[in-house]
């Protein structure tokens, strides 16, 4: 342990060009685990190829761009989630209103009954995330709603690239 104490204080970073380009990328590697962002039933290699992607596309530089980028990977996982809850508010009210109408047939098929014309279930991890997003909404317009959350990301993503742009496009950084 005292060793690796040691051989710490030893070290001063990377030297090369390629070297410090690289590590710079490390706050963003490692700060931004997708662990943080994961909801159930999303697929941590999804959220791991935007997060590499828009590093590789974007190429921050110093804090200042690799706050902003981390911002922008944020909004477009949100985004990247706004059509499957849109699809869960309407496969759950879809489904509720064939519940109500077709009590006896949905309760003989859950019984194990083998009757033709009954729905079939939507899949359970998109209709549970548009009724959540319902219930959250308090029985308001909940499409509306999160047609207004997607505007609002739009507007934030776009105005934090023209911001990296920017940035990015100063001669003596920030």
Do not use: W
């Amino acid at each position: 342990m005292l060793a690796n104490k040691n051989n710490a204080r030893k070290s001063t970073g990377p030297k090369s060009a390629v070297g410090k380009l690289k590590s710079s990328q490390n706050a963003i590697k490692h700060g931004l685990s997708t662990e943080k962002f994961m909801v159930i039933g999303e697929k941590a290699d999804e959220l791991i190829y935007i997060k590499d992607e828009l590093v590789n596309q974007l190429k921050p530089i110093g804090i200042h761009q690799e706050i902003i980028v981390s911002k922008l990977i944020d909004i477009a996982i949100r985004m990247k989630r706004i059509p499957i809850i849109e699809a869960g508010i309407l496969n759950h009210e879809m489904l509720e209103y064939e519940a109500d109408t077709y009590k006896n047939k949905v309760a003989s098929k859950v019984e194990g009954d083998e009757t033709d014309n009954v729905i079939l279930p939507s899949n359970i991890i998109i209709r549970k995330t548009g009724l959540s997003f319902a219930r959250d909404c308090n029985q308001g317009s909940s499409l509306l709603k999160l047609n207004t959350i997607e505007d609002k990301l739009l507007s934030k993503y776009f105005k934090l690239l023209n911001e990296l742009r920017n940035e990015q496009n100063k001669k003596g950084g920030f």
